[in-house]
C-alpha cells in the first residue's frame, strides 16, 4: 500500500492537495533533521510509517475542535500533522505547539510558514505557560501518563478531550495513574503499531486522599 492510501485508510476524503502539504512537510522534516535531529536516524527511511501516518490516526480521532494544544510537538508529530489535516478538512481550528528546545521551535514556525497553516508556537517549558483552555490536547512520545495527566488538567477545558498514544506500557501507566487521578479512559488500539494503543480521556481531576 502506498502512503497515499495508508492516509486515505487513516483519515477519508483526503485531497490530492492535503497529501502533496503532508509530503512538503516531510521533506522539510528530513532537511532540517540532520541539523536539529528532529527523528531518529532509525526511522528517517519509515518518517511516513512510524510518524506521518501515526499522527494522522491520532486526528482521524477528533470530529471538530476550537483550539488544539500538542504538548512537546519535537518535529511537529502530531501537532504539525493535524494542523495540516484540519486544514484540508475545512476546520478553523486553531493550533498551540508547545516546544522548549528553541532550535525546534524555530523548525516549527517555519513549517508552519511554508505550508500556510492556523499555529502559533510556543517555545517555553509546558509547566511555565498560562492555562490554554484547550478542547483537544495531544502529547506523543513526551512523558509518563501520570505526569501527562497532571498537564491536562491544567491546559484543557473542563469537557476537554486528551489524546496520548502509549505503547507496551499503557496498562501499567493507567494502573498507575489511577493513583492520583480519576479520569474516563477508552483505549483504541493503534493502526501503526500492534503493541501500541491511543489513550482518549475525559473528565480528570485529582484523586481524592
Not at 15 to 31: A, F, G, I, P
Not at 165 to 194: I, M
Amino acid at each position: 500500500m502506498n502512503n497515499e492510501d495508508a492516509l486515505a485508510g487513516m483519515v477519508p476524503d483526503v485531497s490530492r492537495e492535503t497529501y502533496d502539504r503532508l509530503e512538503q512537510y516531510s521533506e522539510l522534516v528530513l532537511k532540517w533533521n540532520p541539523t536539529i535531529n528532529l527523528i531518529s536516524k532509525s526511522s528517517i527511511n519509515q518518517i511516513w510509517e512510524r510518524h506521518i501516518l501515526d499522527s494522522a490516526q491520532i486526528f482521524s480521532c477528533v470530529r471538530s475542535s476550537e483550539k488544539w494544544a500538542d504538548l512537546g510537538s519535537g518535529g511537529g508529530f502530531p501537532g504539525i500533522v493535524a494542523a495540516v489535516l484540519a486544514f484540508g478538512s475545512g476546520w478553523t481550528t486553531r493550533f498551540t505547539l508547545v516546544e522548549s528546545d528553541q532550535r525546534k521551535a524555530a523548525f516549527l514556525r517555519n513549517a508552519g510558514r511554508e505550508l500556510g497553516l492556523n499555529i502559533n508556537v510556543t517555545a517555553d517549558r509546558i509547566e511555565q505557560i498560562l492555562p490554554m483552555r484547550a478542547d483537544v490536547l495531544t502529547a506523543r512520545a513526551l512523558a509518563p501518563l501520570s505526569d501527562l495527566l497532571g498537564f491536562a488538567s491544567r491546559h484543557l477545558v473542563p469537557d476537554g478531550t486528551a489524546i496520548f498514544p502509549k505503547g507496551r506500557t499503557a496498562a501499567e501507566e493507567v494502573l498507575k495513574a489511577r493513583q492520583d487521578w480519576v479520569f474516563d479512559l477508552t483505549e483504541t488500539p493503534s493502526k501503526t503499531d500492534p503493541d501500541a494503543k491511543l489513550l482518549m480521556i475525559k473528565g480528570i481531576a485529582r484523586a481524592e486522599t
